[in-house]
């Protein structure tokens, strides 16, 4: 509705597309991500957002040399350093996304996304007893509300407790965390959402259409 009210609104464009993202409509999604670009030229977001579109379509090597392009413009843009670090993780370059992670970490230790990003890694590595220190790191400032349950979820996944991020996710949802848009396409939850459990639990966080 937004479109046919505005068709020249480059936001509205680059939101639709969004959404037919998370719906793993792919090829539409890059269409209107397409057409925002053309509206608004300089906008890094939607070149972030086009590469991220590669990513949840397991094309690591497009989204590494589309975020690859956003930082050469701007190298400190935080959403791309962010997704760069985790495409990385994705594509199985852990010892590179772990790195990628520390200096996040190192840059804005107030954020979780860089811890959340390590104990990740670490459990990708093997180094379990690391990655649970740093997932009890989040732990803790969870009970204060500072940390999103939808990672510490994808910490848990990364760990093969699939127990735990199923539970973790249910609260993500029950706390509308904003994150939970990105279930049906995150890679982190290929396994899970196999599962007769995952399927339930798309299901009902409002993604019965793709369970």
């Known amino acids: 509705r937004a479109l046919d009210l505005a068709p020249a609104l480059a936001a509205a464009h680059a ?22 670009r053309t509206l608004d030229p300089l906008s890094l977001l939607y070149r972030t957002h086009e590469a991220l579109i590669a990513l949840y379509e397991r094309d690591f090597a497009r989204c590494e040399a589309g975020l690859g392009a956003v930082l050469d413009v701007a190298p400190d843009h935080l959403l791309a350093q962010a997704l760069r670090a985790a495409n990385r993780l994705c594509a199985g370059r852990v010892d590179d996304a772990l790195a990628a992670y520390q200096a996040l970490h190192q840059r804005l230790p107030g954020l979780s996304i860089g811890r959340c990003g390590m104990a990740q890694a670490l459990a990708l590595r093997g180094d379990e007893a690391a990655a649970r220190h740093e997932l009890q790191r989040l732990l803790d400032p969870h009970e204060a509300g500072y940390v999103s349950p939808y990672q510490i979820a994808m910490v848990q996944a990364r760990l093969g407790d699939e127990a735990q991020a199923l539970h973790w996710l249910a609260e993500a949802a029950r706390q509308i965390d904003f994150n939970v848009v990105c279930l049906p396409v995150d890679p982190v939850f290929d396994t899970l959402r196999r599962r007769p459990a995952g399927r339930q639990l798309l299901r009902e966080a409002g993604f019965a259409h793709l369970a």
Do not use: D, P, S
């Open 15 to 36: 939101r639709y597309g969004w959404c037919l993202m998370m719906n793993r409509r792919f090829a539409e999604a890059r269409a209107f991500y397409a057409e925002a």
